[in-house]
């Protein structure tokens, strides 16, 4: 979705982006790839809530989540599928990693203030 | 047997697909090409009163570069199979980031999401597909660019990409935002790649400077079409002003509405109005800070009593004009004293500014939204309903207060035949106007549901019949859209797209466009 960029590139994410060059590189033979450094990596799930979740979560567009103790399982759920209006979330806007994270921090966050 | 996949393409047998699969698997690797329900199920998830199934994708494939597409669209045309691209696939109530017809293969750009480059003295950026507004918000905080983007509604998960080549619009100065892109870099049907206009000549610098380049001006024909997949996108930024001044106009009277566009129109021509401004009636506001349920019971469309007393008790306008100054503060304050002197006149007016409302939500992501901000509450549209039910009609209309009623008259007939709220705006251009309606309606009411279908069928085939076209639809629609327009354009889009996509391997359907 958003998040870091090209300067701030932690070395796990640079680490994954060389290795995709290298699978690329040999399903392709000797045709040049250009690099598939992302542009951008979630860091934590506070980040993926604050930059995705908050703008209708905290702003009364949709319910409140976090303080409720809610289910991971439950929210990992409802990002990939949506919820009536809510969108549905692919893995490719947050990774299942991030997910995972992101489930966890809004399971465990205290209430909004 | 059942099939493994959920859907296949048109035409196009399961060994066949397996087949393009494998090679897909073999330019992405296994976990880039997703073919599972469970992989799937963001993909088919829609806000249009159609069943799932008729936009169920049978793959997503997750690419990240120019070389990649390259090879995908070569293994499309071996083996007839049609891809429909996304770049962030928040195109909500327009189809999101389901394909638009069952079977076809998304290709997914988000992944594919690298700022190139931000120029800070020319004011203009160049990126890949996937980037998001947030991502450049957060990277001209970053950089410490005095830079604004122009920005539509979902904002932070939506980008310029896609929302410009679907030539959806923003709210700043910048808004119409197809006026604002400069250079592409396009992958065609047969793999070649295009950077049009000055990105054509190898050591140029001035791509995202001039829009015209030499020869016929290319840049059109991508753009709410499928002649090719976009992979690089320039556009221009607004230099942040030193003063920005949103404010709001209440008017209490739905005929209100001609004077406010006689008003607005010269405003917005001689550039002392110089943003997209909004004339949002109470029904598009509404569920920012009412229940549908404390002003209806039962079924059917809202009253305009109770609209009357929906907005005094909110303290809104049954039409709530909102637009903004920018510049110095000596423009400001003159062009406001020219703004409140013009819409002044006849005493109908109640202005309010920043100072005036405090906190208040309405005025607030209006505010946001006018200086490119990232603020998604203009979908509390969707708790106005309840149900996630969303289409967008979106037809054209003329600067000219009498026709604004007009079509404001002719949506609210047909809206109450069907029992759906009038929940409309005008966003202010110069010469016109995109009238925007958000049919909202409960997709958990089959009955609800199939009314809204009906509704958004006579709303296309009355407004057109009355010359009024759509500037946009959704997914849903597309074909019955296009049936507006004369049979000749149409068949220039086909002929077009004969020409570049001779297998009709990208997006068929798109804006009614086939082989």
């Given at each position: 979705m958003c998040g870091m960029t090209t300067s701030r590139h932690s070395a796990r994410f640079i680490l994954a982006a060389v290795v995709a060059i290298g699978i690329a590189a040999r399903v392709a033979g000797a045709a040049p790839e250009e690099a598939t450094q992302p542009g951008f990596a979630w860091k934590d799930g506070a980040e993926v809530y604050a930059k995705v979740c908050a703008f209708c979560h905290d702003t009364a567009v949709g319910p409140t989540l976090r303080g409720r103790g809610l289910d991971p399982t439950y929210i990992q759920l409802i990002v990939r599928h949506g919820n009536r209006a809510m969108p549905a979330f692919r893995a490719s806007e947050i990774d299942d990693q991030s997910l995972e994270k992101l489930a966890e921090y809004v399971s465990k966050a205290e209430a909004n203030k | 047997m059942a099939s493994k996949y959920l859907a296949l393409p048109k035409g196009v047998s399961e060994a066949t697909f397996d087949a393009a699969v494998k090679e897909?698997?073999?330019?992405?690797?296994?976990?880039?090409?997703?073919?599972?329900?469970?992989?799937?199920?963001?993909?088919?998830?829609?806000?249009?009163?159609?069943?799932?199934?008729?936009?169920?994708?049978?793959?997503?494939?997750?690419?990240?570069?120019?070389?990649?597409?390259?090879?995908?669209?070569?293994?499309?045309?071996?083996?007839?199979?049609?891809?429909?691209?996304?770049?962030?696939?928040?195109?909500?109530?327009?189809?999101?980031?389901?394909?638009?017809?069952?079977?076809?293969?998304?290709?997914?750009?988000?992944?594919?999401?690298?700022?190139?480059?931000?120029?800070?003295?020319?004011?203009?950026?160049?990126?890949?597909?996937?980037?998001?507004?947030?991502?450049?918000?957060?990277?001209?905080?970053?950089?410490?660019?005095?830079?604004?983007?122009?920005?539509?509604?979902?904002?932070?998960?939506?980008?310029?990409?896609?929302?410009?080549?679907?030539?959806?619009?923003?709210?700043?100065?910048?808004?119409?935002?197809?006026?604002?892109?400069?250079?592409?870099?396009?992958?065609?049907?047969?793999?070649?790649?295009?950077?049009?206009?000055?990105?054509?000549?190898?050591?140029?610098?001035?791509?995202?400077?001039?829009?015209?380049?030499?020869?016929?001006?290319?840049?059109?024909?991508?753009?709410?079409?499928?002649?090719?997949?976009?992979?690089?996108?320039?556009?221009?930024?607004?230099?942040?002003?030193?003063?920005?001044?949103?404010?709001?106009?209440?008017?209490?009277?739905?005929?209100?509405?001609?004077?406010?566009?006689?008003?607005?129109?010269?405003?917005?021509?001689?550039?002392?109005?110089?943003?997209?401004?909004?004339?949002?009636?109470?029904?598009?506001?509404?569920?920012?800070?009412?229940?549908?349920?404390?002003?209806?019971?039962?079924?059917?469309?809202?009253?305009?009593?109770?609209?009357?007393?929906?907005?005094?008790?909110?303290?809104?306008?049954?039409?709530?004009?909102?637009?903004?100054?920018?510049?110095?503060?000596?423009?400001?304050?003159?062009?406001?004293?020219?703004?409140?002197?013009?819409?002044?006149?006849?005493?109908?007016?109640?202005?309010?500014?920043?100072?005036?409302?405090?906190?208040?939500?309405?005025?607030?992501?209006?505010?946001?939204?006018?200086?490119?901000?990232?603020?998604?509450?203009?979908?509390?549209l969707y708790n106005w309903r309840g149900g996630g039910g969303s289409l967008w009609f979106a037809p054209v209309c003329q600067t000219r207060g009498s026709e604004t009623l007009k079509q404001m008259a002719m949506a609210k007939r047909i809206l109450t035949k069907y029992g759906l709220d009038y929940t409309g705006e005008f966003i202010v251009g110069m010469r016109d106007m995109h009238h925007i309606l958000d049919m909202l309606f409960d997709r958990t009411d089959p009955e609800m549901t199939k009314a809204a279908y009906q509704c958004f069928d006579e709303l296309i085939a009355t407004f057109s019949a009355e010359g009024y076209g759509s500037y946009r639809t959704n997914t849903a629609f597309m074909d019955k859209v296009a049936d507006t327009y004369d049979p000749i354009q149409r068949s220039v889009n086909r002929t077009l797209k004969q020409a570049l996509d001779p297998n009709g391997i990208l997006a068929p359907g798109k804006s009614g466009i086939r082989l």
């Open positions: - | 897909f698997r073999g330019v992405l690797g296994e976990t880039h090409v997703l073919t599972s329900a469970e992989q799937l199920a963001p993909y088919a998830k829609v806000m249009m009163p159609v069943p799932e199934a008729n936009h169920t994708p049978s793959a997503a494939l997750l690419a990240t570069t120019v070389e990649q597409i390259q090879k995908i669209v070569g293994i499309c045309n071996k083996h007839k199979v049609p891809i429909w691209t996304i770049s962030t696939g928040k195109n909500l109530g327009y189809g999101s980031a389901a394909p638009a017809e069952r079977g076809q293969v998304v290709l997914d750009l988000h992944r594919m999401n690298r700022i190139l480059e931000v120029d800070p003295d020319l004011c203009y950026a160049l990126v890949e597909p996937g980037v998001t507004y947030k991502q450049l918000y957060d990277y001209f905080k970053e950089h410490n660019y005095a830079l604004w983007l122009s920005v539509p509604a979902p904002s932070a998960i939506a980008g310029p990409t896609g929302n410009t080549l679907d030539r959806g619009v923003g709210y700043t100065p910048y808004g119409e935002h197809f006026m604002n892109a400069c250079g592409m870099e396009v992958v065609l049907a047969n793999g070649e790649v295009l950077r049009t206009a000055m990105g054509g000549l190898p050591k140029s610098n001035t791509w995202q400077c001039f829009k015209w380049g030499y020869g016929p001006y290319l840049d059109g024909i991508f753009t709410q079409s499928n002649y090719g997949i976009v992979t690089k996108f320039g556009f221009w930024l607004q230099p942040a002003p030193p003063v920005y001044k949103p404010f709001l106009i209440q008017y209490q009277h739905e005929e209100d509405v001609v004077e406010i566009v006689e008003i607005m129109r010269p405003l917005r021509l001689s550039g002392v109005i110089p943003n997209s401004g909004v004339i949002a009636h109470a029904l598009y506001e509404a569920g920012l800070k009412a229940k549908r349920s404390d002003y209806v019971s039962g079924p059917g469309s809202i009253s305009d009593e109770a609209v009357r007393r929906l907005a005094k008790d909110h303290n809104m306008g049954i039409w709530n004009v909102t637009a903004a100054l920018y510049g110095t503060k000596e423009q400001v304050d003159v062009n406001w004293k020219i703004v409140t002197d013009a819409f002044g006149k006849s005493g109908k007016a109640k202005f309010l500014t920043q100072e005036d409302v405090g906190d208040d939500p309405q005025f607030g992501y209006r505010a946001a939204l006018m200086r490119g901000g990232m603020d998604l509450r203009e979908f509390n």
